[in-house]
């Protein structure tokens, strides 16, 4: 490398499933160089990613447990983001079982 210049190495990766809510931290360093480096203390840097998590939780409930035949029952459905960050692209179904 000439004097003053600079290269530049663009890594894409992708974060592994498990891992929210952790901080994952990558160390790029100079791992050789065949002359001496004035100022090793520059030869290393990092950068940390916080990875986001959500807790999606469903709950359930049906207004009469022992409905007559012919009768109406109204399920409700609920979901909640126990966080700590937003979810975004949720999908949620409700299959409705023979019988209703």
């Given at each position: 490398?000439?004097?003053?210049?600079?290269d530049?190495?663009?890594i894409?990766?992708t974060?592994?499933?498990g891992?929210a809510?952790?901080?994952?931290?990558?160390?790029?360093?100079?791992?050789?160089?065949?002359?001496?480096?004035?100022?090793?203390g520059?030869?290393?840097?990092?950068?940390?990613?916080t990875?986001?998590?959500?807790?999606l939780a469903?709950?359930?409930?049906v207004?009469?447990?022992?409905?007559?035949?012919?009768?109406t029952?109204?399920y409700?459905?609920?979901?909640?983001?126990?966080?700590?960050?937003?979810?975004?692209?949720?999908?949620?179904?409700?299959?409705?079982?023979?019988?209703?």
């Amino acid at each position: 490398m000439a004097a003053s210049a600079s290269d530049t190495l663009t890594i894409t990766a992708t974060v592994d499933a498990g891992t929210a809510g952790q901080t994952i931290v990558n160390t790029a360093s100079v791992t050789a160089s065949d002359q001496a480096d004035t100022n090793a203390g520059n030869d290393s840097d990092t950068a940390d990613i916080t990875v986001s998590g959500i807790d999606l939780a469903v709950t359930k409930t049906v207004d009469d447990g022992t409905p007559d035949e012919g009768g109406t029952i109204t399920y409700t459905v609920a979901l909640t983001n126990n966080g700590p960050d937003g979810a975004t692209g949720v999908a949620l179904t409700d299959l409705l079982p023979t019988g209703v």
